[in-house]
Every structure is written in C-alpha cells, then in structure tokens.
C-alpha cells in the first residue's frame, strides 16, 4: 500500500492561491481594517470614517472675526460573524485509491465552492444596503451610456467621492446591454486565468467595469 503524505502548511498556501483566483467582488472591496481584527473584543472593529469639513471665508485685512468650526468623525461597528467553508470527507481510501491530484480534485471544487460563496454573501450585503441615490434603468427603451454610466459618474462626482479606484460592478443583463452597443468590446484576455481580468469588460468613463452574474 502507498504512503500519502500531506503537508498542511502546502495545503493552505495551495488553498489561499486558488480562492485568491476564483474570488471577482471580495477584491474590489475595501479591506482597510482586516489586520485590527486580530484579537478584537467579539471580533468587532470600530472603524473610523474621517470628517467631512467645509471651509469658510472672510475679507482680506478685513479684521473678521474666525469662526471656529469643530470636526466631528463617526464609526462604523463591524463584525466577524460567517465563517465561510468547504468541509469535504476524505477516507484513507479515498486518499490512496482515488485522489490522483489533490490540487485538481479536492482543493480546486472545494475553493470555488467558498470563493461563490463568499461573493453571494457580499452580493446579498450590497443589493440589501440602502443608498442615498439610485438610478432606473430600462433594458427595453434605456440607453446603458448616457442613462447609467454617465448618470452615476455624475452623481459620484456631485457626491465628491474620489475619482480614482471606482468600479462599475454589473449583472448579466446589463452586460448584454454594455456589449450591445459600439462602445463596448470585451478584451480578449490571453494567457491569465485571473477571475478579475477575465471579469472585467473595460474602463469606460472612470469606471473599470465588470461583469459579475451573481448581480
């Protein structure tokens, strides 16, 4: 009878590769805060939203008084609170007689698994949330440039939120749309097997724009 040998420490830098691949949503998300986590109290972290400040004015060598304006910040609690796994039943059978490549057979579908996971847990947290601002779109009579790119570049920018690292993150439909018109041609990735690069159709108006079918 063969000897298997499995290394956990090859196991893990293996497994933590392929979620890295597999995983499109949980990578355009900020992770600011991840390392507080370590040791906090109920796996809670209070993270800090800066201020928002608004300057004054007054007349030059006109001896105004200052106005004094306090800064306030906010925090927003977050919690740990999913333990997201794959747990798959493997017998020293099944290790010797079965499994002919452990990266292949086992670790591959059990990272997809939690990889999909992940991202519908995350789809479900940004479709649940409520927004300040919303656009309508219409598949049937709506024009997918003028009617929702340029609209939310707008109301970002009237938002004042910083032009770099937007992201346009769309579902199947309003992929169709995207590709539909003359502006879009999706990139031929070559030689990457990159779920991000092979989920991203193009960077129009600001926006890296990509394609996620659990929206």
Do not use: C, H
Request: proline share 2%; no cysteine.
């Amino acid at each position: 009878m063969a000897n298997i040998f499995i290394k956990a420490e090859r196991v893990v830098t293996a497994a933590l590769g392929l979620l890295e691949r597999e995983i499109v949503l949980p990578r355009l998300v900020t992770r600011m805060a991840e390392a507080d986590f370590v040791g906090a109290k109920d796996d809670t972290v209070n993270i800090k939203v800066g201020a928002y400040a608004t300057a004054r004015t007054r007349g030059l060598r006109s001896g105004a008084a200052r106005t004094r304006d306090e800064l306030t910040e906010r925090t927003v609690a977050v919690q740990l609170a999913t333990d997201v796994y794959k747990d798959i039943k493997l017998t020293d059978e099944n290790l010797t007689l079965d499994v002919r490549n452990f990266d292949e057979q086992v670790l591959q579908p059990a990272m997809a698994a939690v990889a999909r996971k992940i991202e519908e847990e995350l789809v479900s947290t940004i479709t649940g949330a409520t927004y300040a601002k919303s656009i309508a779109f219409s598949y049937s009579t709506g024009n997918v440039w003028k009617d929702l790119i340029v609209k939310a570049r707008e109301l970002l920018n009237k938002a004042r939120v910083p032009s770099g690292g937007r992201v346009l993150a769309v579902g199947s439909g309003i992929e169709t749309a995207m590709l539909n018109t003359d502006l879009f041609v999706q990139a031929q990735q070559s030689g990457t097997t990159e779920a991000l690069e092979e989920a991203t159709i193009g960077r129009k108006a600001g926006f890296q724009i990509v394609s996620l079918p659990a929206l």
